[in-house]
């Protein structure tokens, strides 16, 4: 029998509050994704993203006053909407229109008696970014709305496609307002679980015990816990990132996923040939200089680099974990100088002037600064969890010490004062990276370092870890280590991955040093766009033929 043709959108709107504005994963998924959603359904996939700071420049987007033109003007003009249309700027350049949110916060308390009467979303209980968000979800629900109603897209096939609780009004807008449009809301991480591992509770021994909106009232979470579910209740597909989230949405949501969409990557992110050989070795002195100035000490060229990375939480992250396993390693005294960084953005007062002097000449520093373990001025030093650990390991970074670690608390984006070089740019400069969550649904960081020849350590708490498990990675020989993790076994955690460095640091023979590198790359290739948008495409069809039945 032949098999029944998927049904694909004529138009695809996906938004989030990452689009153009590349603050966590989220922006991963998506601006690696849309060269290939721009080659299925060129200029007929509209991103929309938030307009932070409206009239000025932004480096992820490009401004094109023609298109769209007649649909923007009534847009602005009529409904008095503040958008700006143009072009991502990621392979696949597309369309993208950011929205000024703010002229809607007038509206706010409305749309949440609306979102009370219909569907029963407390938002009495929100906190934080709870109601940037929904303003900005409402709005996205009206660009929507305005551009649906302007093409006259009645008979058409669409698909609006929501990213987690933050556009959750979006969804719940469309459906009470445009019931026309499929959609599908992706959860990538729900808030209660992450709230659960937050509040230092055990998410995976006690999840089946666990009553999602007793927990959401218990740790404050109604308002987002409510949005969160009500969207995947009435999304016509809902989707999750990984298995492990999966069994996590049923229970604290009562809603499993009708599709898993794991996350992939685009191969075009990674420079080739000469290139990236010029890009490792300006990453290594760019490492190997700020270590050197900061502590006052001479770092050997050969020195092992490897670091940790990604949101700071620190425990869900497994950053205690990360910075344990450095301090067994320097109580090793390996033969081989290891340096160890912690590149994840905190609340930062800006940069340290004294170390961005010191970088300025030319001259080797050789004396160390004060906390010669940090790179910027941190709002609250003495709250820092890090910063407090490392201090009671007594990370000295002195010149005997063979083990150093230092924390980069900025976003690295090319700007942060001490390496302006973007992640990228600095992720092919090291020897390995470390990411021993514990509440992890995907795991972007692993797969972008695997991507970039850089072998890796993760665990089977996280999404890409229990992938890479049915792709038979285990040992680093295949470029990935993939820990068992649970909610107690901290200790050992720490142990194996000090094993694994040290074994991998000072051990392996350069024969299997190139292998694990190349087994590394092949691995993430596996996990490219090409072969992960099948999953996109069954979600697309599942949605449509909600609307068609």
């Not at 989030?16 to 590349?22: D, L």
């Not at 932004?58 to 958008?83: C, D, H, S, V, Y």
């Not at 694990?516 to 072969?531: G, I, M, N």
Request: proline residues 5%; hydrophobic residues 35%; neutral net charge.
């Amino acid at each position: 029998m032949a098999e029944i043709e998927k049904l694909t959108p004529d138009y695809l709107f996906e938004s989030s509050w990452e689009v153009c504005n590349k603050v966590g994963g989220i922006y991963t998924v998506l601006s690696t994704r849309a060269k290939t959603l721009q080659s299925l359904f060129k200029d007929r996939i509209i991103f929309i993203g938030p307009d932070l700071n409206p009239g000025e420049e932004n480096p992820e987007f490009t401004e094109n006053k023609t298109l769209l033109k007649e649909w923007k003007k009534q847009a602005t003009e009529q409904e008095k909407l503040r958008i700006r249309v143009g072009r991502w700027n990621v392979p696949g350049k597309p369309v993208v229109v950011l929205v000024d949110f703010r002229p809607q916060y007038n509206a706010k308390n409305s749309v949440y008696y609306q979102m009370w009467e219909n569907y029963r979303i407390d938002s009495t209980v929100g906190y934080g970014d709870y109601d940037e968000s929904c303003v900005f979800a409402y709005t996205v629900g009206l660009v929507i709305d305005s551009f649906y109603k302007f093409f006259q897209l009645q008979d058409r096939k669409v698909i609006a496609h929501i990213n987690e609780w933050t556009l959750g009004m979006t969804l719940l807008y469309l459906h009470a307002k445009i019931p026309n449009i499929a959609t599908i809301f992706t959860t990538h991480a729900t808030s209660i679980g992450r709230s659960i591992c937050g509040n230092n509770k055990p998410l995976y021994c006690d999840l089946v015990h666990y009553d999602g909106d007793q927990m959401a009232r218990e740790l404050n979470m109604t308002g987002k816990h409510s949005l969160e579910k009500k969207a995947a209740l009435y999304a016509d597909c809902f989707t999750t990132v990984s298995e492990i989230t999966a069994k996590e949405s049923e229970q604290l949501l009562n809603k499993p996923p009708d599709v898993i969409t794991p996350n992939g990557f685009e191969a075009n992110f990674v420079p080739k040939g000469k290139s990236f050989e010029d890009k490792r070795e300006t990453a290594r002195k760019a490492f190997i200089r700020v270590a050197e100035q900061l502590t006052g000490t001479q770092i050997s060229d050969d020195a092992f680099l490897l670091a940790t990375a990604g949101r700071y939480e620190y425990k869900n992250k497994g950053l205690d974990v990360f910075v344990e396993a450095i301090h067994r390693i320097k109580q090793a005294q390996p033969a081989r100088e290891i340096v160890a960084f912690i590149l994840v953005p905190a609340w930062i007062k800006g940069v340290r002037k004294d170390l961005q002097e010191r970088l300025a000449q030319k001259t080797p520093a050789k004396t160390p600064l004060a906390d010669p373990y940090i790179t910027h001025e941190l709002v609250e030093p003495q709250a820092d969890k890090i910063c407090d650990y490392l201090r009671y390991l007594n990370f000295t970074n002195q010149d005997n010490n063979r083990v150093k670690i230092i924390f980069v608390p900025s976003y690295l984006k090319g700007e942060d004062g001490i390496f302006n070089l973007p992640y990228y740019d600095l992720l092919v400069g090291l020897d390995m990276t470390v990411f021993p969550s514990y509440y992890e649904p995907w795991g972007y960081t692993p797969l972008e370092s695997i991507a970039f020849h850089i072998p890796t350590i993760t665990t089977n708490l996280a999404g890409f870890g229990l992938w890479a498990r049915t792709e038979g990675a285990g040992r680093l020989s295949p470029g990935v280590k993939v820990i068992d993790r649970t909610d107690f076994n901290y200790f050992e955690v720490a142990e194996e991955i000090k094993n694994t460095i040290l074994e991998y640091a000072s051990n392996y023979s350069s024969a299997q040093l190139l292998n694990a590198k190349k087994a590394a790359y092949e691995l993430s290739e596996k996990a490219s766009w090409k072969h992960f948008i099948q999953y996109y495409l069954e979600a697309y069809d599942i949605a449509l033929n909600k609307k068609i039945k």
